[in-house]
């Protein structure tokens, strides 16, 4: 009995504390959802989100030509022709992935007309796959693959 | 023992308590550890594959490309090491791709679901198959992951998808009454022209206040209270850490892409209704033929249940099943009832159709 007491947790006397802040959380949560999900709410955060752009425009406005005269002043490229020069990587980005898929489809069909010798090429994954598992059955059944052999 | 030994006791429980608080929310946690390497890129999306851990007599011979939304870091499926979805997918013998999307600069404003789709991954999925030597693999989409899935097995449908795996689709916005952000994103109420305009992007601030809005009590006060309830848990803290790191890397979306999933989407369910262009061409989904598994999150406010029924009825797929999981729009992923839950139906559903 004693030791039960002695490993026993401590009363915490914060519990019925915790309790009722839970059940006030919880309470709290629905009206809140309910809150957020109205129309009222739509329509104010739709205002206050419109009037702040409206209101900021002019700022951003003059910061931006600002900015855009500095840069030239400075003889630096603006944002506008850094995301145009990024655009155009990209582009040579997707014409390089399809090099790249037209020589492996020539590689292919190269190798489909005129088997090469294994050793003269890179042994592509799906091969090396292949040819593990080949081994695999092979050491699993080495009698089945003798037979072969001799056909 | 008497009360001026148990005060410094106390005084050094309340400061280690703050130091494990302090710690929480100052630094990162290390997610995102399995093991892999880039395999493909292009801009800023990358493709990454993960170091198979299983001999390759017991693989799956199907990989698998997993596709996360357009707003969000995809580290969430790969949490937490012993809490990382494709850690537990790699180690029953899968063959795990994972198509990054990365984050998009102003140069990236005016790219679409459709460069998504038709530029993007119809590339990363080339290179899937030309990697893993398997002319057929599946897709998984988590949430707006799932909208750019569907829209490729439906545009796509020979290029050798077989499974089709979407977690939380919004695609049905037919009931906009049920859905918080189809009243919020109203055109009466919300300019999108003229929010794209002034930003370019769409704030991954100003996504992360509409997530978080959604249910703010619990996601500005009783989450910071549970953590705070539990500081003295190793396990919780470790855990919370790990998911408030995810939470707090927020980045924008690119402003094309937003704009099609509000007007199109929300404001007009486009795709549901058959009349979705992706560059000049109706996306249909009496094409989709794969072999379908939708799941659903019953208590998901992000996407309700709702959103992710209606596609059973409009696939030409023969293969479909819906699970449904207790659980939130991540928790059913990402929680602790994932792993006895949502990732061993999804292991055992794709299994039977990846040999």
């Known amino acids: 009995m004693a030791a039960e007491n002695q490993n026993a947790k401590p009363a915490d006397p914060f519990d019925a504390l915790r309790g009722i802040r839970d059940s006030y959380i919880d309470a709290m949560s629905k009206v809140m959802m309910k809150a957020v999900n109205s129309e009222e709410y739509a329509q104010a955060t739709g205002v206050m989100l419109n009037s702040a752009l409206i209101a900021s425009a002019p700022f951003r406005e003059a910061l931006d030509k600002a900015m855009a005269a500095a840069l ?10 850094v995301a145009a020069l990024a655009g155009r990587f990209t582009n040579v ?4 992935d399809d090099m790249e898929a037209k020589l492996d489809r020539i590689i292919e069909l190269c190798m489909v007309a005129r088997p090469v010798p294994v050793s003269a090429v890179p042994e592509p994954r799906a091969a090396a796959k292949a040819k593990v598992k080949r081994a695999a059955v092979a050491k699993a059944s080495p009698r089945q693959n003798r037979g072969r052999k001799k056909g | 023992m008497t009360e001026a030994a148990v005060l410094p006791d106390q005084w050094s429980v309340l400061e280690k308590r703050f130091k494990t608080l302090n710690k929480v929310m100052t630094t990162k946690a290390a997610i995102a550890q399995t093991p892999k390497e880039t395999v493909w890129a292009l801009n800023k999306a990358k493709l990454y594959h993960y ?16 596709v996360f939304a357009l707003m969000n870091r995809p580290t969430i499926l790969d949490l937490r090491p012993g809490h990382s979805f494709i850690e537990y997918m790699v180690s029953r013998g899968f063959d795990v791709y994972l198509l990054d999307w990365g984050i998009p600069g102003l140069e990236d404003k005016d790219l679409k679901f459709d460069d998504y789709v038709l530029d993007y991954m119809t590339r990363a999925i080339r290179k899937v198959k030309r990697l893993s030597g398997s002319t057929e693999f599946s897709l998984l989409g988590w949430c707006i992951g799932a909208i750019l899935t569907t829209i490729y097995a439906s ?28 009243r919020w994103t109203d055109e009466k109420h919300f300019d999108v022209d003229r929010v794209l305009a002034t930003f370019g992007n769409m704030p991954g601030e100003m996504i992360d206040y509409g997530a978080k809005a959604l249910k703010p009590i619990e996601n500005y006060i009783a989450n910071y209270l549970k953590l705070w309830d539990n500081l003295d848990n190793p396990l919780v803290v470790e855990s919370w850490h790990a998911m408030n790191t995810w939470v707090t890397d927020i980045f924008p979306m ?12 929300y404001r007009n369910n486009r795709l549901m209704k058959g009349q979705l262009k992706i560059r000049g061409e ?11 598994l939708t799941v659903i999150a019953e208590g998901d406010h992000i996407t309700p249940p709702c959103q992710s ?20 729009h991540i928790g059913i992923m990402a ?20 040999r």
């Open chain 2, 155 to 182: 545009m796509r449908p020979d290029d050798g998808l077989r499974n089709l795996l979407l977690l939380t689709a919004p695609l049905d916005f037919s009931k906009p009454q049920q859905l918080t952000f189809a």
């Open chain 1, 93 to 96: 980005e997707m014409r390089l």
């Open chain 2, 254 to 265: 690119a402003g094309g892409a937003y704009r099609q999933l509000i007007v199109d989407l």
């Open chain 2, 282 to 292: 109706l996306v249909n989904l009496k094409r989709l033929r794969a072999s379908l």
């Open chain 2, 335 to 354: 929680g602790s009832g994932a792993q006895k839950l949502t990732w061993p139906h999804i292991n055992q559903w794709l299994a039977a159709r990846s």
């Open chain 1, 72 to 81: 030239q002043h400075s003889s630096m490229p603006s944002r506008q022709e």
């Open chain 2, 309 to 328: 029924e209606a596609i059973l009825a409009k696939v030409a797929s023969t293969d479909t099943e819906v699970f449904r999981v207790p659980g939130g």
């Open chain 2, 51 to 66: 170091i198979p851990v299983v001999p390759p007599e017991s693989r799956h011979p199907i990989p698998l490309l997993l």
